[in-house]
Each structure stands twice: as C-alpha cells, then as structure tokens.
C-alpha cells in the first residue's frame, strides 16, 4: 500500500512537470510567434529586418488613395454665375445714368454738365473729362436712351459669357473693343468705356459643391487596389520608404504603440492557454478520479507528439500558406497512440494555441479546428491496410473542401491564391497520413505505444505462441478465442480498447503451454491432479500467470498485453483445490493466501473486462456441460461479477457499476449467439421411413375406387 502510494505521489508530480514544461514552451511559442513578430516596430528609412508579406487579401490604402487623389485631380475648376454681382452692377450704371439725367435736367441756360456734377457724390467712381460730359449733355433724350441701353447690353453680353476673377482685365479690354465698333463719338466711346470699367465685376464664382461632386464621382471610378494573400509587401534588407511604412501600418504588420501596449495581446494569449491548461489537467483528473487514467507511456506519448507540434508551429510560423502546415499530425497521432475521445478534446485546444502563434487568423483556427476532429475520427479506420489509401485520400479532399469554403467565406469569392491554398492543403492531408502511419513503428518501439496496427497483427493465428497455444494446448486455444470474442464485445459496449482487450483474451493463458495437461480444457480423459496434493495442484494453476509473462516478455508482447495476462485472475482464490485442501486437512491448517493467485489485481478496464471473461466462459460452459440451460447461465454470470466485485478485484480497474451492467448484458448476448436453438437434423433411419411412408400414401390413391 506505502509503495502504491508512493507511485503515485511521483506519478503526480511528473505530470505536473510535463504540464508545466508544457504550458512554459507553449507560452514562449506565442511570445515569438508571427504574431507578435508582426508586431514589431519599424521607422521610416529604417532597414527591413524581415519579408513581410500579406496576412490576407487586403485594400492597399495608400495605392488606392494615391489613384483616387490623381483622378479627383483630373477635375478643372467649376464656375457658377453670381447674379448678385450682375444685378448690382446693372443697377450701379443705371443709377450712375439717371443722376446724370437728373441733373441734366436741372441745368439753367449756358451752364455746363461737368460745373454741374462737381459737388455732386455718384454711385461709380468715374473720373469723365469735360468734354465727355459735353458730348454726353449734348445729346438728345431720345440719344442718351440709346447710349444708356447700349453700356447695360454690352455689360451684360460679358457677364452672359461669363467673366473670373483672373479675366477680369480681358473683359475690361473686350468691353473696350464693343464700343469701338459702335456709331458714338470718340468722347461719349471714351465716357462708355471709363463707366463700364467702374462697374464691371467677375461674376464666375467657384462652385465648391460642384466640384467636390465631381471630385468625389472621379474617385467613386477607381477600383481598389488589392494586395492578394502572402504578396510581398517589402523584402529583408529593403529601405521602408514613406509609402510602405503606410502600407505596413494600415496593414497592421507593424507596431505603432508602444511596449506597455504591445505586451497586452500576449498577456491575454497567456491567459487562455492557461485556462486551456487547466481545463486539461481537470479533464484527465476527473476522468478516472486520479492522475493515472493515463498510462505513464500515454502522458509521456502525449507530452512528446505535443511538444512536437508547438515547435513545428512556432517553426512554421511564417510560412506564406498556413494549410502547409501538418497540424493534423496531432489529432491522428493522439487518435492512434491514445484515444479518439483524447483527440478530440485536445485537437480543439492546439487549433486555438496555434492560432495565437500564427497570427491570430481566424481562418487558421476554423481550418483546423473542422480538419482535425475529422482526422481524429477517420483514422480509426487505418486498422485495416487497406484503408490506408482511402483515408489518406479522404482527408486530402476533406482539407482541400474545408479551405476552399472557408476562403470564399472571409475573402468573399474566388481568387487564384485560395486555389493554391486549397491545393496545399490536400496535399498536406495526404502527406500527413502517411507520415503518421510511417512513424508508427517508432513509438511502437520508444513508447510502447499499443497503436491498432501492432495489435492487428499479434491476432495473427501465424504467430508463434499463438501457433503453440493452437497445437500443444488446443483446448485454451479455444478457450481463448472465446474470452476474446466476449472480452472485445465488452468492451465496445463501454467504450474501452476493443482492440486491446481482443488481443489480451488471446494471449491471457499462454502460460498453460508450460504444463497444458494440468488444465481441464486440455485434458481427454485422466486428469493428473487426481493423484497430486491440493497444495501442489494450485501451485502448478497459480503459476501460468507468471509463466505467461515471462513468455510474452521473452516474445515481445507489448506490457500492456503482459498486464492482462498478470492481472487476468487479480489475487482470486483457486477454489477448487482450496475447498479440496479443506476437505483433507481441516480449514484451521490451510492458509488461504497459499491458494490465491499472485496479483496484481486489473489496473486497467481492459484487464478487468478479460478477468471476468475468463471467468464467465468457463463457469458457463462448465454449466452447459452439466446440462443446465442458458437462461439458468443469465443470472449466474451476474453473481459471478458481482463476486469478483466483492472480492476487490475490481477496485482499480476504472470500471463504475454501469460499466458492470453493460459488460453483463453483452456477455448474455455473445452466449446466446453461441448457444441459441438449432434444428434437429433427422437421421438417415428416419429419412428413408418418410419416404417409404409418402410412397405407400401415393399408391394408394391411384388405386381405382
């Protein structure tokens, strides 16, 4: 009990430091990872210290920009009349013309227009010489009319033209042409021109909003530059100049904030991995109640493929295409090397750990999260070779369709570097089911590792031992192939290694081939313990367990196999020659543990499902032989388990009471395939009566009434 309880305090704390060791890497991967390498801060002018390429299909911000600014450049400037600027100059002449005429009008005999309009304030600013006001003043009313309409309609022929700010001089001079070529004198022309100097204006305003519009149309018809996935933005060694710095920066490939900032996505990845950590250790503690519901070979094969992973991961950070990476190696291996329900688990935490080491891409996180738990489930068929082709096949298509959907999912349709992706990725499926295949006699011999595959072939009836068992003990052959057909059923019923257990119910009594005639299955007539002492009997019956592991270690039986074959009877009691030893000596001078196999009691579900197998085959035949019925079997094989749970040979098997019930029934099923109802053939005696009998009926009908 002290040394039991020492292995385990030592199997708990190497756990705890695979664990650890585990949890240190997996954060240091995610510190140095791609992720927080494209973090990293740049300069402009500075040196590029790495490639850097496109994390996905992306807008090249800058690009487009610079081919949006040069079409809204294209756009020349707009005007709009403003005809505030028309209508107070038109009322600025016309005003300027009617003072005129008002004084004018007021003038007394001899007095002159130019004495008149000295003291008096116009609206123009016109400096007139004398003798334009005399032309002027000496036209008729009728004549001044003409001249007024004349300077309004030549203003108003270059407003309708149009006249900027920076034309305004032209406008002045071609106002100055339009009156050359009119009839008036060269006073009242000179007059004309001076009055609309004053008063002319540019009337073409910028349209602002005219023009942002066309400005803002012009860059409507620029198409997006996209940078595609994995193009290179800027190589190692490389000067970063303004513009790619920009791109760098809209592309959130470098870092712009500074170190207290850029260590709070690591700090939160920590966080997770950690809770992913403990949600593990919680799932193999509660699993079996202890640490040891994994094997130490199994946590330490876990540990390994893990570590294994992290690194290619961490190596593989940078790769333009993560579908290259062979991530489903770890799901497979756990698959194969474990359990499937393993795989399953711990293929949803590596997704999320690699994704925090390879750039946090959700993509790569979908990928693998559908590649793997499909891979952990179709492996189980590789136990069979010829599969091998067709799984490797499946899991190719299986990843090229999952990147392939994914692809036109995030980057909204189809694009040649999704083909490739989906491409590389098949590819990588079918490479990673041959490697893991291929890599299988490895752990097999390192680890001890009981993948399907070796399991398979030790069923092999060509092996030796099995060969022996066949032909020196034909009886336990027999026997065995039995336990194994009840053990396998067993344990496909209660989810254990059905192919483990197949294989421990072949091997479990192959330590009878050291004395075969001393067990009952292959004796045909005297039986060698009739004339030998209880004791000596129950020794030679004792024996075979440790016989038989020393032979399957002497042939290379996997330990698990050899386990089963140890703990196949626990430290049950070999009643027969006991209740024989009391008989002769008196229970007070036999020791009972002189008659108790030698342990250790099954440490395993699959070595306790052989143990009652065993059990149950020979008690049931031993009753069929003695002319019980099968239905009196049913509620034997219940008492028979429920012995050996009593007996304690059960404690640390891992086995809970439903697991007992559902082991029962598939026995009772296994039994009643073996042992239903058949027809009674008729004897040759029998057959020629009947057809003597059919033959007399039919004569007789023939004859005549």
């Not at 003695?626 to 009593?646: H, N």
């Amino acid at each position: 009990m002290e040394n039991e309880k020492k292995g385990f305090t030592q199997w708990k704390y190497f756990s705890c430091v695979l664990l650890g060791i585990s949890f240190l890497v997996t954060v240091l991967c995610i510190a140095t990872g791609s992720y927080v390498q494209t973090m990293e801060n740049v300069q402009i002018g500075s040196v590029a210290t790495k490639r850097y390429v496109a994390l996905k299909d992306e807008v090249d911000v800058v690009a487009t920009n610079k081919k949006k600014q040069e079409a809204a450049n294209t756009v020349g400037p707009l005007y709009k009349h403003d005809l505030e600027v028309e209508k107070k100059s038109a009322e600025e002449i016309q005003a300027f013309f009617r003072k005129l005429d008002e004084m004018h009008n007021t003038l007394q005999e001899g007095e002159s227009l130019s004495d008149a309009i000295k003291n008096t304030s116009l609206k123009l600013p016109v400096v007139l010489s004398v003798s334009q006001y005399g032309a002027y003043q000496a036209l008729s009313p009728e004549d001044r009319l003409a001249f007024q309409r004349d300077c309004i309609n030549i203003m108003n022929d270059l407003y309708e033209q149009g006249i900027t700010g920076e034309a305004i001089e032209k406008s002045i001079d071609q106002a100055q042409g339009i009156l050359q070529g009119t009839s008036w004198s060269n006073q009242l022309k000179e007059m004309g021109f001076a009055v609309l100097s004053s008063a002319l204006q540019a009337n073409l305003v910028l349209d602002v909003d005219a023009m942002n519009l066309a400005r803002q149309k012009k860059e409507d018809e620029v198409e997006d530059v996209i940078i595609k996935k994995n193009q290179k933005i800027i190589d190692e060694g490389e000067i970063i100049t303004a513009e790619i710095y920009s791109k760098l920066e809209n592309m959130n490939l470098i870092n712009t904030e500074d170190a207290t900032e850029n260590i709070v996505p690591v700090l939160g990845s920590i966080v997770v991995v950690l809770l992913i950590f403990g949600s593990v250790f919680l799932f193999f503690y509660s699993s079996n109640k202890k640490w040891y519901s994994l094997k130490k070979n199994e946590m330490v094969m876990l540990f390994s493929v893990y570590m294994m992973m992290v690194l290619l991961l961490r190596i593989m950070s940078e790769v333009p295409y993560f579908t290259l990476i062979p991530l489903v190696i770890f799901p497979m291996l756990l698959s194969l090397l474990i359990t499937k329900r393993v795989a399953l688990l711990l293929n949803c935490f590596i997704s999320i750990i690699g994704c925090f080491i390879f750039n946090g891409d959700v993509e790569f996180l979908l990928y693998f999260l559908i590649t793997g738990e499909f891979a952990a489930l179709i492996m189980g068929y590789t136990e069979k070779r010829r599969y091998v082709l067709p799984v490797a096949m499946a899991m190719a298509g299986v990843n090229f369709i999952s990147m392939f959907a994914i692809g036109l999912f995030f980057e909204k349709g189809y694009s040649q570097g999704l083909l490739y992706s989906s491409i590389y990725a098949g590819g990588a499926g079918l490479i990673s089911v041959i490697l893991v295949i291929g890599s299988l006699p490895f752990w097999e011999a390192i680890f001890e590792a009981n993948t399907p595959l070796r399991l398979l072939e030790l069923t092999n009836p060509n092996n030796e031992l099995l060969r022996r068992l066949m032909l020196e003990a034909p009886g336990t052959y027999h026997h065995s192939l039995i336990v194994a057909n009840l053990a396998e059923t067993a344990a496909y019923e209660i989810d254990a290694n059905a192919s483990l257990a197949r294989v421990g119910a072949y091997y479990h009594d192959i330590g009878k081939l050291k004395y075969p005639l001393y067990f009952g299955e292959n004796q045909a007539g005297e039986n060698p313990h009739d004339q030998m002492e209880p004791y000596s009997s129950a020794q030679i019956i004792i024996a075979h367990t440790k016989a038989g592991a020393k032979m399957g270690e002497e042939k290379g039986l996997p330990k698990a196999i050899i386990s089963i074959i140890q703990e196949h009877h626990g430290n049950s009691l070999v009643k027969y020659f006991y209740y024989k030893a009391v008989k002769q000596y008196g229970a007070e001078t036999v020791k009972e543990e002189d008659y108790r196999y030698q342990g250790p009691i099954p440490q395993s579900r699959e070595s306790a499902i052989v143990m009652m197998a065993d059990t149950v085959e020979a008690a049931v035949r031993s009753m069929l032989g003695q002319g019980k019925t099968l239905q009196e079997a049913e509620s034997f094989i219940k008492g028979l388990i429920k012995e050996k749970l009593d007996d304690g040979q059960l404690d640390k098997s891992g086995l809970s009471i439903s697991d007992l019930e559902s082991i029962r029934k598939s026995f009772i099923e296994v039994f009643r395939g073996m042992y239903h109802n058949r027809v009674v053939y008729p004897k040759k005696e029998e057959i020629d009566a009947a057809k003597k009998q059919a033959q007399q009926q039919h004569q007789e009908e023939e004859k005549p009434s």
